[in-house]
């Protein structure tokens, strides 16, 4: 094409594309070839608004396309393709709304190609890019990429998911869903026999109940993940049990030691992070309502 | 000669010829009827020889061999302590050619033997005559169970039947080596613990390797299958375009190529032959023979040079309106060109060969 403007390139593939008297039918191949053209001009000239502007009416027209031959499979992966570009641009210009539609989209169309892969990548791309504006999109996302991951088998390439789920539930200090992200990371990883990534995550997650405070909850995890064989024989299930009797006891000392270990220096650096800032509020509450425990049973039977 | 070798030689002849030597031998025949002489010659050149070793003990930088230069000097001191009531009791007996002082001589020497006995060094300290009992035994290079202590300990039992209570003081030296002991166990335990800290963070970045390594398989596996199929298309693509260039080169395109380029080459050659052989040079030629004819006619009769002019001007027309002919694709002559042509001759009624020349 000789025509080296984008404007004018986008004016002839809208003349291709609207349909009128003259022209019955919408010629969306040349359209689409003429939009994509403009759409890297306009970045390299770095006019995002109009590039982005450019790179949906490109992937629509591959949609249109990929509807009108059905036996071309590679269109929805080229719609797809523009679809993320779109998002990328999106993303550089701030329209979070859209970004999360973009995203969305190319994800669908992705799945559509029946390459679930680039469909979990397209989302975690998203997520990635709204984790600092609106965390509580992103963190649907990350659920909605290992949603599909899971689904297809692929539960190795979950962990990075869940692990970035997790540290945005505890930016956004929901610590009981953090929680819960950690134990799906353990089923993952149990499903794959990863059994280092599922003590660590089994740790976690005991670690961020402390942190919360929750000390049952934090216990009947600990249970729960003795259940677990590959958690038993562990080194973490031994650091959990350290941490759990100091908890019991009170002993701040003995916390701190425990958590200056390198068994819990291994793990996620948010988790890190908690972990070092234990042990919070009042241990000797814990101490005595643990006391308090012991003796009902005792006045129970004295009664009895 | 050097005065080491003649000492040496001497040393040796002496020795030899000791047998001759009468003195000596009074000296020793003397002790030779005396069972007790005998006895105690036999004693005290065990105890000079046990003082020896004990000297050479002491001397002695290899622990083990001096723990068993001790043990052999006890069992040596053992055995002369049994030997010194056999010689109490022959010293009381009387021998003949001794006097009563010599007697009384004797039996102090069989008293002494024990105690010089006892004072052959053997590594074992004389525990209750010496304080610093354990001190001995404390510095000391490396921590080893030295059977001395207990051979002192068993013995003040025996000997003395109570434990002083110097025995468990501790001096300086035993104090200063435990704190030495405890501070290189403090060390010890420090680098034990950073290689710990360091082995900790192996084994997880092993495990993490494994992880990561069982996550790459099956997308390699992916990868393999992939490439596989685009080595196979490729090599399939590859046969069929050499099917292709070969057939474009097949020997028998060739030959119709050739024959096609004959056929072409035989028109052209035959077209050129009608327009040179058969039209032009026919008309060219006869144009050169009539000249001379033409200028010999006009030589003879000035009169016809209105004619001669006339009549090549007539040719001239002539040979035009042939090449029309000719240009109109060799068609069969027309009717006008005809008649035109069959008109032509009646101009010249007197010329009778152009005539022929045009038909």
Redesign the interface.
């Known amino acids: 094409m000789p025509i080296s403007d984008p404007d004018k390139l986008i004016s002839k593939a809208d003349k291709l594309t609207k349909l009128s008297l003259t022209r019955w039918s919408a010629d969306w191949r040349n359209a689409t070839l003429l939009y994509e053209e403009a759409a890297n001009l306009f970045r390299v000239a770095k006019n995002n608004e109009k590039a982005k502007e450019a790179f949906e009416k490109a992937s629509k027209g591959q949609e249109m396309l990929s509807s009108y031959f059905l036996n071309e499979k590679i269109r929805p992966w080229d719609a797809a393709k523009h679809m993320e570009s779109a998002a990328a641009l999106a993303k550089e210009l701030g329209y979070w709304n859209e970004v999360t539609d973009f995203y969305r989209r190319a994800s669908e169309l992705y799945m559509e190609c029946g390459r679930p892969q680039p469909a979990s990548d397209a989302l975690a791309k998203g997520a990635r890019a709204l984790e600092d504006d609106m965390p509580e999109a992103a963190v649907q996302l990350y659920n909605d990429a290992s949603a599909i991951l899971e689904e297809d088998g692929?539960e190795?390439?979950a962990f990075d998911l869940y692990r970035a789920a997790t540290s945005v539930y505890i930016k956004l200090e929901k610590y009981s869903d953090a929680a819960s992200s950690l134990l799906q990371l353990g089923l993952a990883a149990d499903k794959?026999?990863?059994?280092?990534?599922q003590c660590k995550a089994y740790l976690g997650a005991i670690i961020i109940y402390l942190y919360a405070h929750d000390f049952k909850q934090a216990e009947k995890c600990y249970n729960d993940c003795s259940q677990v064989d590959a958690f038993l024989r562990s080194d973490q299930n031994r650091c959990a049990s350290k941490l759990l009797s100091a908890y019991t006891e009170g002993d701040i000392e003995e916390i701190k030691r425990v958590v200056q270990s390198?068994?819990v220096s291994?793990l996620d650096h948010v988790v890190i992070k908690l972990a070092r800032k234990l042990p919070t509020g009042d241990v000797s509450a814990l101490k005595t309502d643990a006391g308090k425990e012991e003796e009902e049973p005792l006045d129970e039977n004295d009664l009895t | 000669m050097s005065v080491i070798d003649i000492l040496t030689r001497v040393d040796a002849i002496c020795n030899k010829y000791d047998r001759y030597d009468v003195e000596k031998q009074k000296d020793l025949n003397v002790s030779g009827d005396d069972a007790f002489a005998r006895l105690y010659a036999s004693v005290d050149s065990d105890i000079e020889a046990a003082l020896q070793k004990a000297e050479l003990a002491s001397k002695e930088k290899s622990k083990a061999s001096a723990v068993a230069i001790n043990a052999e000097l006890r069992r040596t001191k053992a055995r002369l302590l049994e030997e010194v009531p056999k010689l109490q009791r022959l010293a009381i007996k009387k021998v003949k050619g001794l006097s009563t002082e010599e007697l009384a001589a004797r039996n102090d020497l069989v008293l002494a033997l024990p105690d010089r006995i006892q004072a052959i060094s053997d590594g074992t300290a004389a525990a209750p005559k010496q304080a610093g009992g354990w001190g001995a035994s404390a510095p000391r290079a490396e921590i080893k169970f030295d059977s001395g202590d207990l051979f002192t300990c068993i013995e003040a039992v025996l000997n003395n039947g109570q434990f002083d209570n110097e025995y468990f003081q501790e001096t300086e030296t035993s104090s200063q080596f435990r704190q030495e002991y405890e501070m290189r166990k403090m060390k010890q335990d420090q680098g034990l613990d950073m290689i710990s800290d360091g082995l900790d963070t192996l084994k997880n970045m092993a495990h993490d390797m494994n992880e990561e390594m069982d996550r790459q398989v099956p997308l390699m596996d992916e990868i393999d299958t992939k490439v596989d199929r685009a080595t196979a298309d490729l090599k399939n693509t590859n046969v069929r375009l050499k099917d292709t260039v070969n057939q474009l080169r097949s020997s028998r395109n060739f030959c119709i190529d050739i024959i096609l380029l004959i056929i072409i080459l035989g028109i052209a050659a035959y077209l050129y032959n009608f327009i040179v052989v058969e039209a032009l040079i026919p008309s060219v030629l006869e144009l050169i023979f009539r000249l001379p004819l033409k200028v010999k006619c006009w030589s003879s009769s000035h009169v016809s040079l209105k004619l001669f002019v006339m009549d090549q001007l007539m040719l001239a027309l002539l040979l035009f309106v042939k090449w029309e002919v000719f240009l109109k694709k060799h068609l069969p002559l027309q009717c006008a060109e005809v008649k035109k042509m069959k008109t032509l001759p009646n101009l010249f009624p007197w010329r009778s060969d152009v005539g022929f020349f045009l038909l």
């Not at chain 1, 794959?192 to 990534?197: D, E, G, L, Q």
């Open positions: 692929k190795q390439m794959c026999n990863a059994t280092n990534s390198s068994t291994n």
